[in-house]
Each structure stands twice: as structure tokens, then as C-alpha cells.
């Protein structure tokens, strides 16, 4: 899912399992959900343009990645209903453009990918550290609390105390929460007794985190990837969103704390390669099905 504290929820955005640390291995190998898809097709077909896609051309899409008109129906539906879409009409056409809570949740994953990369290089020493305690009458805060701290890149070093590597605002996390009172946010470096690499191990499952990456270079690192599907359109769309999938997931650990073969980098080097090779049939193929209205969405 992608965390969107600015607006009050959380966007689910990749498939669902039941430790948001593991099991993605298995999960590699399901079918990704139509909401999963659908926000990888708006970043990489509407996002930046100022267009809205009509319901038509969408369904026709997803059909190449085996996903039912019924379903495509319903996603638009439900995010449009959650201000993740807008709706516009032309005759008796129905046409989905973005909001501008979308816009920007798009444009975060988009930035995750290309300019936040899959390797983090960063030398610095410093740690943010997050302690809370609430009551037990604040369960389901102090569950919503870990959720979106996880989606943030925290890992749990003990009770109550959160890190995550560099410093990382999470303001919006709080506020949102109304947790204010209950939640202390440090920036802070370990001691010679507790160095990073201690902190790695101790609050993050790093087995987990690199096994997503093996789990994608398994599927997409092969001469013929995906060789069913029916073309690059397809294949790109199932490309960004097994690897935004991936990236999510990672709280970006300092490399230099991480083992000599640890597969962000070839993992990410996959991707990139795949998407230059697929980037100019996809879209060639989109602009030939797409139906579009101009749009732009309100700031």
C-alpha cells in the first residue's frame, strides 16, 4: 500500500500478505490486485500529462494482463470514490483523470523509482528514531502507527521504539494520527557499543527484504520474460508494478551495513533494462488504444 498520511488513509497499491515483513516471495507469484495495476497504469500513462482516459480504453488494457472488465469497472468506481479519481463525461463516454491526492501519490512512487533507487549509498550515520506509548484503549492507533511506520521504512528496534535509517519526517504520519502527545521523534547515532550494522539486524528482516528482490529477478531477469502475455504494453504494466511492489517494501538500508551480495543492484539494473527495451512499444501501443480527454487535475 502506499501511505498517504497527508489525506487520512492509507492507499492500497500492491498485494496484500499477511506480515507486511514477509511472505513476499509467495506473493511474488500471485496475480497483482486490479488496484495494484491500476495505480502503476495511471503513473506510467496519465501522471504528468493533463489527460483523462476513457473507462473503454482502460478495460481493453487490463484485459491483456488477464483482468476482468468487472473488475477494471469497479476499481475506477471505488477510487473515484475515495477522491482518487475524477470523473468526466463526453456523450454517454465516462472518462478517469487524477486528483490532485492522486497526482501526488504518484508522483512519491514515481520519485521511489527513479530517483530514490533501489540502493542506498548514503554514508552519514544517522538514525530516526520514533519511541510511542499508548494505552490500550488506543489499540487501533498504536496499530495504525506501526502500519504506517513500516510503509515509511521503520523497523521495530524494541517496545515502543521505531528506527529507520537517515533522517525521515514523519510529521504527517503523526499529525494525521493525532498522536502528538504520545510519539517522540529523535535523529540520533549509534555508539561504538551499538554500531548500524547492530541496528540492521536487530530491527529489520533482512532475509525478507532480499528474498523480494531475488523473487523479481527470478521472474524478470530471464531471456524471455513473461513470454504469455500478449505484448510490451502488458509486460511494462506487470514490470512497474512487481517492481514498485519491491521497492515499497525496502527501507532503503545503508549498503554499506548490507551483504557483499546483497540484490537491490541487480535487481534494479533488470528493471531498468527491461523498461528502456518495452518503454517505446508500450507506449506506441497506448497511444493507439488510449481514448483521452484533455484534463488537468485542480492543485
Do not use: C
Request: aromatic letters at 6%.
Amino acid at each position: 500500500m502506499l501511505v498517504d498520511p497527508k489525506y487520512g488513509t492509507l492507499v492500497t497499491a500492491v498485494n496484500e500478505v499477511p506480515n507486511v515483513g514477509g511472505g513476499y516471495a509467495a506473493a511474488m507469484t500471485d496475480a497483482p490486485r486490479p488496484q495494484a495495476l491500476m495505480l502503476n497504469f495511471l503513473g506510467l500513462h496519465v501522471l504528468g500529462r493533463d489527460v483523462a482516459v476513457y473507462s473503454g480504453s482502460v478495460i481493453e488494457v487490463f484485459a491483456r494482463v488477464g483482468v476482468s472488465e468487472e473488475a477494471v469497472r469497479s476499481t475506477l468506481t471505488r477510487m473515484a470514490g475515495r477522491g482518487l479519481l475524477a470523473r468526466h463525461r463526453s456523450g454517454r463516454k465516462v472518462y478517469f483523470g487524477l486528483t490532485a491526492r492522486s497526482a501526488a501519490v504518484l508522483e512519491d512512487g514515481r520519485k521511489r523509482i527513479w530517483e530514490t533507487g533501489a540502493v542506498n549509498h548514503d554514508t552519514g550515520g544517522d538514525w530516526t528514531l520514533v519511541g510511542f506509548s499508548l494505552p490500550d484503549s488506543r489499540r487501533g492507533d498504536r496499530h495504525d502507527l506501526r502500519t504506517q511506520l513500516s510503509w515509511a521504512g521503520f523497523g521495530p528496534l524494541q517496545n515502543g521504539l521505531w528506527i529507520a535509517p537517515g533522517r525521515r519526517d514523519v510529521d504527517a504520519i503523526v499529525d494525521h494520527l493525532g498522536l502528538a502527545d504520545h510519539v517522540t521523534v529523535l535523529t540520533a547515532r549509534p555508539t561504538d557499543t551499538t554500531g548500524s550494522a547492530d541496528l540492521v539486524r536487530k530491527a529489520f528482516d533482512t532475509a525478507t527484504i532480499a528474498a523480494r528482490y531475488t523473487g523479481f529477478l527470478t521472474t524478470w531477469d530471464v531471456p524471455e520474460p513473461l513470454p504469455a502475455v500478449p505484448d510490451h504494453l502488458a509486460r511494462q504494466l506487470l514490470l512497474h508494478t512487481d517492481w514498485l511492489q519491491v521497492v515499497r517494501q525496502d527501507p532503503h538500508l545503508p549498503a554499506e551495513h548490507l551483504p557483499a551480495d546483497w540484490p537491490a543492484s541487480p535487481a534494479e539494473q533488470v528493471f531498468r533494462r527491461l523498461d528502456a527495451d518495452l518503454r517505446g512499444e508500450a507506449a506506441d501501443l497506448a497511444a493507439a488504444i488510449l481514448d483521452e480527454l484533455p484534463d488537468r487535475p485542480p492543485a
